[in-house]
Protein backbone atom coordinates (compact mmCIF):
# COMPACT_ATOMS: atom_id res chain seq x y z
CA UNK A 1 0.00 0.00 0.00
CA UNK A 2 2.52 2.33 0.93
CA UNK A 3 4.63 1.02 -2.12
CA UNK A 4 1.65 2.40 -4.17
CA UNK A 5 1.03 5.73 -3.01
CA UNK A 6 5.12 6.30 -3.37
CA UNK A 7 4.71 5.64 -7.38
CA UNK A 8 1.19 7.61 -7.76
CA UNK A 9 2.67 10.62 -5.86
CA UNK A 10 6.06 10.24 -8.24
CA UNK A 11 3.91 9.55 -11.30
CA UNK A 12 1.04 13.04 -10.31
CA UNK A 13 4.77 14.59 -9.54
CA UNK A 14 6.07 13.89 -12.91
CA UNK A 15 3.01 15.02 -14.95
CA UNK A 16 3.08 18.34 -13.48
CA UNK A 17 6.17 18.49 -13.95
CA UNK A 18 5.78 18.05 -17.60
CA UNK A 19 2.76 20.05 -17.53
CA UNK A 20 4.57 23.05 -15.74
CA UNK A 21 7.33 22.42 -18.68
CA UNK A 22 4.55 22.73 -21.37
CA UNK A 23 3.08 26.00 -20.02
CA UNK A 24 6.63 27.53 -19.15
CA UNK A 25 6.93 26.75 -23.25
CA UNK A 26 3.77 28.19 -24.27
CA UNK A 27 4.55 31.43 -22.32
CA UNK A 28 7.94 31.92 -23.83
CA UNK A 29 6.93 34.93 -26.30
CA UNK A 30 8.81 37.95 -27.03
CA UNK A 31 7.25 41.28 -26.82
CA UNK A 32 5.04 42.90 -29.62
CA UNK A 33 7.81 45.49 -30.05
CA UNK A 34 11.03 43.10 -29.73
CA UNK A 35 8.54 40.44 -32.09
CA UNK A 36 8.71 43.16 -34.59
CA UNK A 37 12.76 43.87 -34.53
CA UNK A 38 13.18 39.95 -34.60
CA UNK A 39 11.39 39.49 -37.92
CA UNK A 40 13.66 42.39 -39.46
CA UNK A 41 16.40 40.81 -38.31
CA UNK A 42 15.47 37.03 -39.52
CA UNK A 43 15.11 38.35 -43.02
CA UNK A 44 19.18 38.97 -42.66
CA UNK A 45 19.60 35.46 -41.67
CA UNK A 46 17.44 34.34 -44.79
CA UNK A 47 19.68 36.48 -47.48
CA UNK A 48 22.63 34.78 -45.79
CA UNK A 49 21.48 31.54 -46.49
CA UNK A 50 20.44 31.80 -49.80
CA UNK A 51 24.05 33.48 -50.55
CA UNK A 52 26.00 30.53 -48.59
CA UNK A 53 22.81 28.10 -50.85
CA UNK A 54 24.30 29.21 -54.03
CA UNK A 55 28.05 28.77 -52.98
CA UNK A 56 27.20 25.11 -52.71
CA UNK A 57 25.34 24.39 -55.72
CA UNK A 58 27.68 26.01 -57.54
CA UNK A 59 30.38 23.39 -55.70
CA UNK A 60 27.89 20.68 -56.32
CA UNK A 61 27.35 21.56 -60.02
CA UNK A 62 30.92 21.77 -60.66
CA UNK A 63 31.68 18.63 -59.17
CA UNK A 64 29.34 16.52 -61.60
CA UNK A 65 29.96 17.89 -64.89
CA UNK A 66 33.92 16.82 -63.86
CA UNK A 67 33.36 13.74 -62.20
CA UNK A 68 31.57 10.78 -61.94
CA UNK A 69 30.32 11.81 -58.09
CA UNK A 70 30.10 14.99 -55.82
CA UNK A 71 31.06 15.02 -52.05
CA UNK A 72 27.32 16.69 -51.72
CA UNK A 73 24.49 14.32 -51.46
CA UNK A 74 21.87 17.09 -50.77
CA UNK A 75 21.51 19.82 -48.78
CA UNK A 76 18.58 21.13 -46.27
CA UNK A 77 18.56 24.80 -44.38
CA UNK A 78 16.55 26.68 -42.24
CA UNK A 79 15.70 29.96 -39.89
CA UNK A 80 15.20 29.34 -36.17
CA UNK A 81 11.34 30.06 -35.68
CA UNK A 82 10.93 32.97 -33.12
CA UNK A 83 9.58 30.44 -30.75
CA UNK A 84 12.50 28.25 -31.10
CA UNK A 85 14.84 31.49 -30.42
CA UNK A 86 12.38 32.36 -27.44
CA UNK A 87 13.47 28.80 -25.56
CA UNK A 88 17.27 29.00 -26.81
CA UNK A 89 17.32 32.22 -25.52
CA UNK A 90 15.75 31.42 -21.82
CA UNK A 91 17.32 28.32 -21.47
CA UNK A 92 20.60 30.28 -21.66
CA UNK A 93 19.20 33.02 -19.00
CA UNK A 94 19.01 35.74 -21.97
CA UNK A 95 16.44 38.04 -21.77
CA UNK A 96 13.89 37.68 -25.01
CA UNK A 97 15.16 40.55 -27.63
CA UNK A 98 16.69 40.33 -30.77
CA UNK A 99 19.65 42.42 -29.96
CA UNK A 100 20.47 39.36 -27.33
CA UNK A 101 19.11 36.48 -30.53
CA UNK A 102 21.62 38.42 -32.67
CA UNK A 103 24.83 38.51 -29.84
CA UNK A 104 24.29 35.29 -28.21
CA UNK A 105 22.88 32.22 -31.08
CA UNK A 106 25.56 31.81 -33.54
CA UNK A 107 22.98 28.98 -34.81
CA UNK A 108 20.00 31.06 -35.92
CA UNK A 109 20.65 30.27 -39.68
CA UNK A 110 21.43 26.78 -40.06
CA UNK A 111 22.57 24.35 -43.50
CA UNK A 112 22.70 21.02 -43.33
CA UNK A 113 24.92 19.25 -45.77
CA UNK A 114 24.90 15.31 -46.25
CA UNK A 115 27.75 13.64 -47.77
CA UNK A 116 27.92 10.19 -49.78
CA UNK A 117 31.17 8.67 -47.67
CA UNK A 118 32.38 9.99 -44.54
CA UNK A 119 36.47 11.24 -46.14
CA UNK A 120 33.94 13.46 -48.29
CA UNK A 121 32.61 15.55 -45.02
CA UNK A 122 36.56 16.54 -44.47
CA UNK A 123 36.93 17.72 -47.96
CA UNK A 124 34.21 19.55 -48.15
CA UNK A 125 35.08 21.16 -44.70
CA UNK A 126 38.48 22.54 -46.26
CA UNK A 127 36.39 23.39 -49.61
CA UNK A 128 34.29 25.63 -47.03
CA UNK A 129 36.67 26.91 -45.23
CA UNK A 130 39.09 28.30 -48.33
CA UNK A 131 35.98 29.99 -49.31
CA UNK A 132 36.13 34.02 -50.63
CA UNK A 133 34.95 36.28 -47.97
CA UNK A 134 34.56 33.59 -45.06
CA UNK A 135 34.65 34.16 -41.31
CA UNK A 136 35.33 30.81 -39.93
CA UNK A 137 34.05 31.34 -35.97
CA UNK A 138 34.67 27.89 -34.88
CA UNK A 139 35.13 24.08 -35.92
CA UNK A 140 33.61 20.84 -33.87
CA UNK A 141 35.11 17.98 -35.01
CA UNK A 142 32.47 14.74 -33.51
CA UNK A 143 33.50 12.38 -36.34
CA UNK A 144 36.66 11.38 -35.44
CA UNK A 145 35.53 12.82 -31.47
CA UNK A 146 31.93 11.64 -31.38
CA UNK A 147 29.66 13.05 -28.01
CA UNK A 148 29.29 10.72 -25.16
CA UNK A 149 26.10 9.89 -26.87
CA UNK A 150 27.67 9.03 -29.83
CA UNK A 151 26.64 11.58 -31.97
CA UNK A 152 28.74 11.92 -34.95
CA UNK A 153 28.52 15.17 -37.45
CA UNK A 154 31.20 18.12 -38.53
CA UNK A 155 29.98 21.17 -37.24
CA UNK A 156 31.52 24.80 -39.02
CA UNK A 157 30.29 28.38 -37.18
CA UNK A 158 31.30 30.87 -39.72
CA UNK A 159 30.02 34.66 -41.09
CA UNK A 160 29.39 35.43 -44.38
CA UNK A 161 29.07 39.17 -45.84
CA UNK A 162 25.54 39.85 -47.52
CA UNK A 163 24.61 43.61 -49.15
CA UNK A 164 21.84 45.04 -48.65
CA UNK A 165 20.89 48.60 -48.01
CA UNK A 166 23.78 50.25 -49.67
CA UNK A 167 25.42 48.02 -46.51
CA UNK A 168 27.64 45.41 -45.81
CA UNK A 169 26.79 43.14 -42.79
CA UNK A 170 28.56 39.91 -41.61
CA UNK A 171 25.57 37.13 -40.56
CA UNK A 172 26.63 33.29 -38.36
CA UNK A 173 25.69 30.72 -40.01
CA UNK A 174 26.54 26.79 -38.75
CA UNK A 175 27.00 24.22 -41.25
CA UNK A 176 26.62 20.76 -40.08
CA UNK A 177 28.46 17.71 -42.58
CA UNK A 178 27.62 14.51 -42.01
CA UNK A 179 26.81 10.97 -44.27
CA UNK A 180 23.13 10.07 -44.44
CA UNK A 181 23.74 7.17 -41.90
CA UNK A 182 24.94 9.68 -39.41
CA UNK A 183 21.77 11.75 -40.15
CA UNK A 184 19.28 9.02 -39.78
CA UNK A 185 21.12 8.94 -35.98
CA UNK A 186 20.65 12.13 -35.12
CA UNK A 187 17.04 12.04 -36.49
CA UNK A 188 16.08 8.71 -34.12
CA UNK A 189 18.35 10.34 -30.61
CA UNK A 190 15.95 13.78 -31.79
CA UNK A 191 13.05 12.05 -31.42
CA UNK A 192 13.85 9.65 -28.59
CA UNK A 193 14.98 13.15 -26.46
CA UNK A 194 11.38 14.77 -27.51
CA UNK A 195 9.41 12.00 -26.90
CA UNK A 196 11.56 11.49 -23.04
CA UNK A 197 11.83 15.33 -22.26
CA UNK A 198 15.47 15.19 -22.94
CA UNK A 199 15.95 12.45 -20.26
CA UNK A 200 16.03 9.31 -22.46
CA UNK A 201 16.01 5.42 -20.15
CA UNK A 202 19.93 4.21 -19.97
CA UNK A 203 18.96 1.11 -21.86
CA UNK A 204 17.95 3.42 -25.13
CA UNK A 205 21.24 5.23 -24.44
CA UNK A 206 22.79 2.40 -24.33
CA UNK A 207 21.86 1.15 -27.66
CA UNK A 208 21.96 4.18 -29.32
CA UNK A 209 25.69 4.19 -28.30
CA UNK A 210 26.22 0.91 -30.10
CA UNK A 211 24.06 1.85 -32.94
CA UNK A 212 26.29 4.88 -33.70
CA UNK A 213 29.64 2.38 -33.64
CA UNK A 214 27.84 0.11 -36.06
CA UNK A 215 27.39 3.03 -38.61
CA UNK A 216 30.63 4.50 -38.21
CA UNK A 217 31.78 0.86 -39.29
CA UNK A 218 29.65 0.40 -41.74
CA UNK A 219 30.20 4.07 -42.93
CA UNK A 220 33.60 3.28 -43.26
CA UNK A 221 33.17 -0.29 -44.85
CA UNK A 222 30.76 1.35 -47.55
CA UNK A 223 33.94 3.80 -48.72
CA UNK A 224 35.85 0.65 -49.18
CA UNK A 225 33.70 -0.96 -51.32
CA UNK A 226 33.51 2.52 -52.98
CA UNK A 227 37.26 2.78 -53.48
CA UNK A 228 38.01 -0.95 -54.83
CA UNK A 229 35.06 -0.17 -57.37
CA UNK A 230 36.67 2.79 -58.61
CA UNK A 231 40.35 1.14 -58.67
CA UNK A 232 38.43 -1.90 -60.65
CA UNK A 233 36.90 0.61 -63.13
CA UNK A 234 40.53 2.93 -63.51
CA UNK A 235 42.27 -0.07 -64.01
CA UNK A 236 39.70 -1.80 -66.94
Known amino acids: MFLNLIIKFYSDFKLDL ?10 LRFSEEEFSRLKEL ?13 KLDIIREAFKLSQDTSPIGYIACRVKT ?22 YLKDIAGIRIICPYA ?20 E ?10 GYRSYHIIMEIPIYH ?19 FWATLEHQAKYKYKEHI ?15 AELDNRMFLIYETISIINNEG
Open 18 to 27: IQLQEVMKMS
Open 42 to 54: LFSYEWALRTMMT
Open 82 to 103: PESIAGKLHKQNYGLTAVNAKK
Open 119 to 138: RDIYFLAGLIREMPDAIILS
Open 140 to 149: KDYVTKPKPS
Open 165 to 183: SSKTETVPIEIQIRTEAMN
Open 201 to 215: PQHLSDELIVCADKI
